[in-house]
């Protein structure tokens, strides 16, 4: 469902029954019809105004709910979709995949194996699991790639596990494969496994109401309404994401506790114990260090209730140096030899040895050092060996940070068959800004969505981006208006006045709305939207042709009534009834695919509400000023009259019910500021697909690593 949600159609009927109130009695004035008539009709007109309303509520509920297992069953779908894609664009298996071993973490990190037994075989219902295949001792969690699935489900009595790592040792890596194992064993009635990154929640908000956020953000068509017997924990009918959550269908895996400000850590346990149930399956990735300092940091050890862990082990040296030889081009290529010195160091403790000790830093030193094929002429690419030079990198620190200040630069060295449209300049100067927005205006989240980009700008340029349009549009309006009615001073004077008017509300009120707009992604057409504007065609022709009736004769005001309503009454359907609509759940909408889909809704919405109000507005001046002063004059000025108000409803329509146009001026401010690239979109894309900077969480873009967003929001700009 999109924004046609009967609480928001509620306010937008009733601002336009006002607003027809307001015009009627300002025509009753112009026409010396007297204001006592026309209030009375206004107010007969009430009646069926509220029983069209009361009808359209009422259909409403019902029109798009599913049930929870269809609901299910479509999310996995995505859910497989969504990361098989995205592990293919993350080379994850190129050249092959990096072996991801673990061992049980210490005693202390975890809760004790009898306890995890009993718990389980103490729930109601049984055990998720078969006691049999359940090891004796924690040391059984043992394992490697592949075999994450089978612990998880298998070896973890309540399925409730901790994964602890050191930076950039492949936690998010495992999750991915933990997440297609689970979704490939799944049955109908199993819980669908979600990813979420903790680095954009606040433990002061519920965790629920953050995690149904983040999948109404990722998947779009959960905010579908949930079936009417259900009921979300406030009671009160919700979406669909809300209601899988409180049915326990989704299962969370959550990534990068560590991510989150240290002094949260152990607030941040806390409240997952509070929010998850004991028999709730879940995951939560962290990094050792982080994790140990929340479980001590008060006098209350918190740790995650019923959960087992596993401590992610380093690469072995062969493991390491046979995966830089191989994707140089294999143990007898040329480029391979290049790591020979380098080779010697990993698995020490040297700072090179512990940089290139965790798959991230293997990543990035083979972007950098190893020399791609086709690749134009230009520098040639530096030689592993410098990372050697204890002098110049005395540390790990000091490794880690040139590697990442390298990367930007390797990653946009031209080479075919996808050579950068960027220089590494331009690349660069952008990440920093995308990366200082992340850390500073959106509180550190890892998540890059296009339509929170508004956000960037200072709060009054945020304002004039709504202003702007809107004041143009309802001059053009008002201008036309009034110079028909009288003249050109007139529609001068009125087209600058009503500009400013408007601009000013709309910049106080659409202001607000300025980044934080959810895109939609298509128009769906609602049957009741017809009876309702009908309805109020009909109202307004009652209460126009009552007024004409005690003014100056029945004959007239029916005349008018019938005249004007049905014009004004299809305008109002289409007003109404015309909804954007989100995806349904097994669609896959990235983030230039819900650019572009958002960007042709409001295209769309807006000649749609334009031609809609522009006719009904046109056919309203044409009637009245063509019975006052002949069909010549009035249909000249209602055709003038009904193309003004038709870009201007437009305009505001599809400023009202998309994202693309406040990004696109947003966009236009900061190209002008040299902060990011004309063809923004084009960018972010390519630097997912082709360069592997960033990374594609459903809708929306992340920094490959935040340790990588962390650096760049550091450089001074």
Same mark, same amino acid.
């Given at each position: 469902?999109?924004?046609?949600?009967?609480?928001?159609?509620?306010?937008?009927?009733?601002?336009?029954?006002?607003?027809?109130?307001?015009?009627?009695?300002?025509?009753?004035?112009?026409?010396?019809?007297?204001?006592?008539?026309?209030?009375?009709?206004?107010?007969?007109?009430?009646?069926?105004?509220?029983?069209?309303?009361?009808?359209?509520?009422?259909?409403?509920?019902?029109?798009?709910?599913?049930?929870? =297992?269809?609901?299910?069953?479509?999310?996995?779908?995505?859910?497989?979709?969504?990361?098989? =894609?995205?592990?293919?664009?993350?080379?994850?298996?190129? %050249?092959?995949?990096?072996?991801?071993?673990?061992?049980?973490?210490?005693?202390? $990190?975890?809760?004790?194996? %009898?306890?995890?037994?009993?718990?389980?075989?103490?729930?109601? /219902?049984?055990?998720?699991? =078969?006691?049999?295949?359940?090891?004796?001792?924690?040391?059984?969690?043992?394992?490697?790639?592949?075999?994450?699935?089978?612990?998880?489900?298998?070896?973890?009595?309540?399925?409730?596990?901790?994964?602890?790592?050191?930076?950039?040792?492949? #936690?998010?890596?495992?999750?991915?494969?933990?997440?297609? =194992?689970?979704?490939?064993?799944?049955?109908?009635?199993?819980?669908?496994?979600?990813?979420?990154?903790?680095?954009?929640?606040?433990?002061?908000?519920?965790?629920?109401?953050?995690?149904?956020? +983040?999948?109404?953000?990722?998947?779009?068509?959960?905010?579908?309404?949930?079936?009417?017997?259900?009921?979300?924990?406030?009671?009160?009918?919700?979406?669909?994401? +809300?209601?899988?959550?409180?049915?326990?269908?989704?299962?969370?895996?959550?990534?990068?506790?560590?991510?989150?400000?240290?002094?949260?850590?152990?607030?941040?346990? @806390?409240? $997952?114990?509070?929010? &998850?149930?004991? #028999? +709730?399956?879940?995951?939560?990735?962290?990094?050792?260090?982080?994790?140990?300092?929340?479980?001590?940091?008060?006098?209350?050890?918190?740790?995650?209730?019923?959960?087992?862990?596993?401590?992610?082990?380093? $690469?072995?040296?062969?493991?390491?140096?046979?995966?830089?030889?191989?994707?140089?081009?294999?143990?007898?290529?040329?480029?391979?030899?290049?790591? @020979?010195?380098?080779?010697?160091? &990993?698995?020490?403790?040297?700072?090179?040895?512990?940089?290139?000790?965790?798959?991230?830093?293997?990543?990035?030193?083979?972007?950098? !050092?190893?020399?791609?094929?086709?690749?134009?002429? /230009?520098?040639?690419?530096?030689?592993?060996?410098?990372?050697?030079?204890?002098?110049?990198?005395?540390?790990?620190?000091?490794?880690?940070?040139?590697?990442?200040?390298? *990367?930007?630069?390797?990653? !946009?060295?031209?080479?075919?068959?996808?050579? %950068?449209?960027?220089?590494?300049?331009?690349?660069?100067?952008?990440?920093?800004?995308?990366?200082?927005?992340?850390?500073?205006?959106?509180?550190?989240?890892?998540?890059?969505?296009?339509?929170?980009?508004?956000?960037?700008?200072?709060?009054?340029?945020?304002?004039?981006?709504?202003?702007?349009?809107?004041?143009?549009? /309802?001059?053009?309006?008002?201008?036309?208006?009034?110079?028909?009615?009288?003249?050109?001073?007139?529609?001068?004077?009125?087209?600058?006045?009503?500009? $400013?008017?408007?601009?000013?509300?709309?910049?106080?009120?659409?202001?607000?709305?300025?980044?934080?707009?959810?895109?939609?992604?298509?128009?769906?057409?609602?049957?009741?939207?017809?009876?309702?504007?009908?309805?109020?065609?009909?109202?307004?022709?009652?209460?126009?042709?009552?007024?004409?009736?005690?003014?100056?004769?029945?004959?007239?005001?029916?005349?008018?009534? &019938?005249?004007?309503?049905?014009?004004?009454?299809?305008?109002?359907?289409?007003?109404?009834?015309?909804?954007?609509?989100?995806?349904?759940?097994?669609?896959?909408?990235?983030?230039?695919?819900?650019?572009?889909? @958002?960007?042709?809704? *409001?295209?769309?919405?807006?000649?749609?509400?334009?031609?809609? *109000?522009?006719?009904?507005?046109?056919?309203?001046?044409?009637?009245?000023?063509? @019975?006052? !002063?002949?069909? /010549?004059?009035?249909?000249?000025?209602?055709?003038?009259?009904?193309?003004? *108000?038709?870009?201007?409803?437009?305009?505001?329509?599809?400023?009202?019910?998309?994202?693309?146009?406040?990004?696109?001026?947003?966009?236009? !401010?900061?190209?002008?500021?040299?902060?990011?690239?004309?063809?923004?979109?084009?960018?972010?894309?390519?630097?997912?697909?082709?360069?592997?900077?960033?990374?594609?969480?459903?809708?929306?873009?992340?920094?490959?690593?935040?340790?990588?967003?962390?650096?760049?929001?550091?450089? +001074?700009?």
């Amino acid at each position: 469902m999109g924004r046609g949600r009967p609480g928001r159609v509620g306010v937008r009927y009733l601002l336009l029954v006002v607003l027809g109130t307001i015009v009627a009695l300002a025509l009753s004035r112009y026409f010396h019809l007297g204001t006592a008539q026309t209030a009375v009709a206004v107010v007969l007109s009430l009646a069926p105004a509220y029983i069209t309303w009361a009808a359209f509520r009422a259909d409403r509920a019902e029109a798009t709910a599913i049930d929870l =297992d269809t609901a299910a069953g479509q999310l996995a779908v995505a859910v497989k979709a969504q990361w098989d =894609d995205e592990a293919a664009v993350r080379r994850v298996n190129d %050249p092959y995949p990096l072996p991801v071993a673990w061992r049980a973490t210490d005693d202390d $990190l975890a809760e004790s194996w %009898p306890l995890l037994t009993d718990l389980a075989r103490a729930w109601p /219902g049984g055990p998720p699991g =078969d006691p049999a295949l359940w090891p004796h001792h924690p040391a059984g969690l043992a394992g490697a790639d592949a075999q994450i699935g089978e612990v998880f489900t298998d070896r973890v009595p309540t399925r409730r596990l901790v994964v602890l790592g050191e930076p950039g040792a492949g #936690k998010s890596v495992l999750l991915i494969r933990l997440l297609q =194992d689970l979704i490939e064993r799944r049955t109908d009635s199993s819980p669908v496994p979600v990813l979420f990154s903790l680095a954009s929640w606040n433990p002061r908000q519920p965790l629920k109401t953050w995690l149904a956020e +983040q999948l109404r953000r990722t998947h779009p068509g959960l905010r579908t309404p949930a079936p009417t017997p259900v009921t979300t924990t406030a009671g009160a009918p919700g979406d669909l994401a +809300q209601a899988l959550l409180d049915a326990g269908r989704i299962l969370p895996l959550l990534d990068g506790l560590d991510e989150l400000p240290p002094a949260w850590h152990a607030t941040a346990l @806390d409240a $997952l114990n509070r929010a &998850l149930p004991a #028999k +709730q399956p879940l995951v939560l990735a962290s990094r050792a260090a982080p994790y140990r300092a929340a479980l001590t940091c008060s006098d209350t050890t918190v740790r995650l209730n019923g959960a087992a862990a596993i401590q992610l082990l380093p $690469l072995t040296p062969e493991a390491a140096a046979d995966y830089l030889r191989r994707d140089a081009g294999g143990p007898h290529a040329p480029a391979a030899d290049r790591w @020979d010195t380098v080779a010697t160091s &990993l698995g020490t403790a040297t700072p090179v040895g512990q940089a290139l000790g965790t798959p991230l830093g293997l990543f990035l030193a083979r972007t950098i !050092y190893n020399p791609r094929p086709n690749t134009e002429p /230009g520098p040639a690419a530096p030689h592993p060996d410098e990372l050697c030079d204890t002098t110049a990198f005395p540390d790990r620190t000091t490794v880690d940070t040139y590697l990442f200040r390298a *990367f930007i630069p390797a990653a !946009y060295t031209p080479h075919n068959p996808y050579p %950068p449209r960027w220089t590494a300049e331009q690349a660069h100067r952008t990440f920093v800004f995308l990366a200082q927005f992340l850390q500073n205006q959106r509180g550190g989240s890892p998540d890059l969505a296009w339509w929170e980009l508004p956000q960037a700008l200072p709060a009054r340029t945020r304002r004039l981006t709504a202003a702007i349009p809107a004041g143009i549009a /309802g001059g053009l309006a008002f201008g036309v208006a009034g110079g028909f009615g009288g003249g050109l001073a007139v529609g001068l004077a009125g087209g600058l006045a009503g500009g $400013l008017a408007v601009a000013i509300a709309f910049g106080r009120t659409l202001g607000r709305r300025v980044g934080s707009a959810t895109p939609s992604t298509r128009l769906r057409w609602s049957p009741s939207g017809l009876a309702v504007g009908l309805g109020g065609g009909i109202t307004l022709g009652i209460a126009l042709g009552i007024a004409g009736q005690l003014a100056g004769g029945l004959g007239g005001g029916l005349a008018g009534g &019938l005249a004007v309503g049905p014009a004004v009454g299809i305008a109002l359907g289409i007003a109404l009834g015309l909804e954007t609509e989100e995806p349904d759940l097994t669609s896959i909408t990235g983030p230039v695919t819900q650019f572009s889909l @958002d960007r042709r809704a *409001f295209i769309a919405f807006g000649l749609a509400v334009g031609i809609a *109000f522009g006719v009904g507005v046109g056919v309203g001046v044409g009637v009245t000023f063509g @019975d006052s !002063y002949g069909v /010549g004059v009035g249909v000249t000025n209602g055709l003038g009259v009904g193309i003004a *108000f038709g870009i201007a409803f437009g305009t505001a329509g599809g400023l009202s019910q998309t994202a693309w146009a406040y990004f696109v001026m947003a966009r236009t !401010y900061l190209v002008v500021r040299r902060k990011v690239p004309r063809d923004l979109m084009a960018f972010l894309r390519d630097a997912h697909e082709h360069r592997s900077v960033l990374r594609q969480v459903g809708a929306v873009y992340q920094f490959r690593h935040i340790d990588l967003q962390r650096h760049l929001a550091q450089h +001074q700009t």
